[in-house]
């Protein structure tokens, strides 16, 4: 999302962006399989009442701040989700660069969002069939740019031009929706309004696609009914519709608590990813502001969701990264496969200087640690804490240059493992001494305390700390 709020794409934030399979494109976002508005996030279907919180939990939920953000810190797939769902029990409202349904919370997809509207709407119609009413609960910013099927189909015919080197997106035509609205020409919910020019916007987009393309399909009757099929979109989106930076800022004046989910991660920024083989917005905090059109004094509380290891899914550089059985062990005992592809990911250990990048631009005010239970069983544990060159220099900080990147070495630290199933452990003087350890040394080697601590995939294997 620039937190590319309500982007409904993989890439940006999810404070009311979209999603990135589904409906929205770029932005924070927020559970995978849905994903109508990718930057931004509306907020995922209430998971069942969970049992009434520890003591240790209310009060650390009740000490965060008006407008609180959850972001990932890695390259995406930290499982920002469940902490989200968990907090936005004790918000009013919850904005995101993706998707994001709480049955409980006024949810917002913001203009840094894309949004795919027949995703969105699929959306809709899984939970209202589930006797889960939208009506009233989901406001689409009128500034959120409309992701069409076409920039699907130029998201895949990009990728095989590149052939051997392609970016690995997920070809949910993020990019080229971006694209389009850096170039001025995209189209915005609020052109659904005005049908009467909708088509000649529409027209110049599949007329530049054909022209940049040559297997792209375009006539008068593609056209037609592309026109068609948007117009019945458009009186059906129409009740979802809103001026979401005035509904944000009120929001805030009136005291209610908001939480903002981006989408993606900060390591696949537009700007400080490991570009090319990023996003195509701002998943870090300043997409926040500009993905929902708030100050960014109203911010408070940012929590960096963070693995115990590491992961990325496509090209790109990955220093930490482990090949052959080591990754494999990992893969399968975290079950890395894409939410929306299937890719398997590629998994490595904990890369400290990264995570260090990364919070030094988001500024977090703590840390959930996801996933910890996946090393349980290994003898030993490591962490990446420092780079250097070949000639033995070290590099201070997460370099832009990737030959760099490619060619550079980690130095490790190696810390000794744990044996004991922790899937149970609700207490965090309970996980075993050596757990603790490697959360110990996290903490020391980036400055800021680990305040949730994953366990296990249930909503309730949380330690609060």
């Given at each position: 999302m620039p937190l590319t709020m309500l982007s409904l794409d993989p890439a940006p934030f999810p404070l009311l962006p979209a999603i990135a399979g589904g409906g929205c494109v770029p932005g924070p976002r927020l559970h995978a399989p849905r994903r109508f508005c990718w930057p931004l996030r509306a907020a995922s279907v209430a998971p069942p009442a969970a049992e009434e919180p520890s003591a240790a939990a209310r009060e650390r939920l009740e000490s965060l701040s008006q407008v609180a953000g959850v972001l990932g810190t890695q390259w995406g797939d930290e499982g920002k989700g469940k902490?989200?769902?968990?907090?936005?029990?004790?918000?009013?409202v919850v904005a995101r660069c993706q998707e994001f349904f709480n049955e409980n919370t006024q949810c917002v997809i913001g203009n840094g969002a894309v949004i795919h509207l027949p995703g969105f709407f699929k959306e809709i119609d899984g939970l209202e069939s589930n006797g889960i009413s939208c009506e009233g609960r989901i406001l689409v910013s009128d500034r959120a740019h409309l992701l069409f099927d076409l920039h699907q189909i130029v998201d895949g015919l990009r990728e095989a031009e590149l052939g051997n080197s392609l970016i690995g997106t997920t070809k949910r035509g993020i990019g080229p929706c971006y694209s389009n609205k850096v170039i001025r020409n995209g189209l915005r919910v609020s052109d659904l309004r005005h049908m009467s020019t909708f088509t000649a916007k529409l027209n110049t987009l599949l007329r530049d696609a054909a022209m940049r393309f040559k297997d792209f399909e375009y006539d008068n009757k593609i056209l037609k009914e592309e026109v068609e099929k948007y117009e019945r979109f458009a009186e059906r989106l129409e009740p979802f519709i809103a001026d979401t930076v005035h509904f944000m800022n009120e929001s805030i004046l009136q005291k209610k608590k908001i939480l903002v989910e981006g989408g993606q991660a900060t390591m696949l920024d537009i700007d400080f990813g490991t570009y090319p083989f990023v996003t195509s917005s701002s998943p870090s905090a300043g997409g926040i502001c500009t993905g929902l059109g708030i100050a960014p004094r109203s911010l408070g509380d940012l929590i960096g969701v963070v693995k115990a290891y590491t992961t990325r899914v496509g090209s790109g550089p990955f220093p930490t990264e482990l090949l052959g059985k080591a990754g494999d062990l990992l893969r399968a005992s975290g079950m890395e496969f894409g939410t929306t592809t299937g890719r398997p990911r590629r998994c490595g250990w904990l890369d400290i200087v990264a995570l260090k990048y990364s919070c030094q631009i988001n500024g977090f005010s703590s840390l959930n640690l996801t996933k910890l239970d996946v090393l349980t069983g290994l003898k030993e544990?490591?962490?990446?804490?420092?780079?250097?060159?070949?000639?033995?220099?070290?590099?201070?900080?997460?370099?832009?240059?990737?030959?760099l990147l490619e060619q550079i070495k980690v130095k490790y630290e190696v810390l000794p493992g744990w044996e004991n199933d922790i899937s149970s452990v609700r207490d965090y003087n309970d996980l075993p001494e050596t757990a603790r350890l490697y959360i110990q040394r996290i903490e020391e080697l980036v400055g800021i305390p680990v305040h949730y601590i994953g366990v296990g995939p249930g909503r309730d294997a949380l330690i609060y700390k």
């Open positions: 902490l989200v769902d968990i907090l936005a029990q004790r918000f009013d544990v490591k962490l990446g804490i420092s780079y250097c060159t070949d000639d033995g220099n070290t590099v201070e900080s997460f370099p832009a240059d990737l030959d």
